[in-house]
């Protein structure tokens, strides 16, 4: 599976932005997507994640209700829909895909076995 990041930009806070992972390769409804982010100086951090079928969704505390992921298997595509963005989500953003993770694992980088690029988030004050 391949995966292209792509939606990043400049904003300023309070803003929104959506981000997008479209992937090429089959069966791409059995991949479980998540997102995870890498600030300056920091660490990466996950930041959501959504199941292969689309119902189940799970994100990072300091993103909860105002991120919200989802995917359109039809279109290979995952999306971050990103509001009420502030100065410390800013960060590379990446997507990662991986089959067979098991509920307790999605938060975990070493569970994705494939890697986006990365898209540049800039959140301005």
């Known amino acids: 599976?391949?995966?292209?990041?792509?939606?990043?930009?400049?904003?300023?806070?309070?803003?929104s932005l959506r981000l997008s992972c479209a992937a090429c390769g089959r069966s791409f409804r059995n991949y479980a997507v998540g997102w995870f982010?890498?600030?300056?100086?920091?660490?990466?951090?996950?930041?959501a994640a959504v199941r292969g079928s689309g119902t189940a969704t799970y994100s990072a505390d300091s993103v909860k209700g105002r991120f919200i992921i989802s995917r359109d298997n039809a279109k290979n595509t995952v999306y971050l829909q990103m509001n009420s963005l502030k100065p410390e989500d800013t960060a590379v953003y990446y997507c990662a895909a991986g089959s067979g993770i098991i509920l307790s694992n999605l938060r975990q980088e070493?569970?994705?076995?494939y890697w986006g690029q990365g898209t540049q988030v800039t959140v301005s004050s």
């Open 110 to 113: 070493l569970a994705y076995a």
């Open 1 to 15: 599976v391949q995966l292209q990041a792509s939606g990043g930009g400049l904003v300023q806070a309070g803003g």
């Open 37 to 47: 982010r890498q600030g300056p100086g920091k660490e990466r951090e996950f930041v």
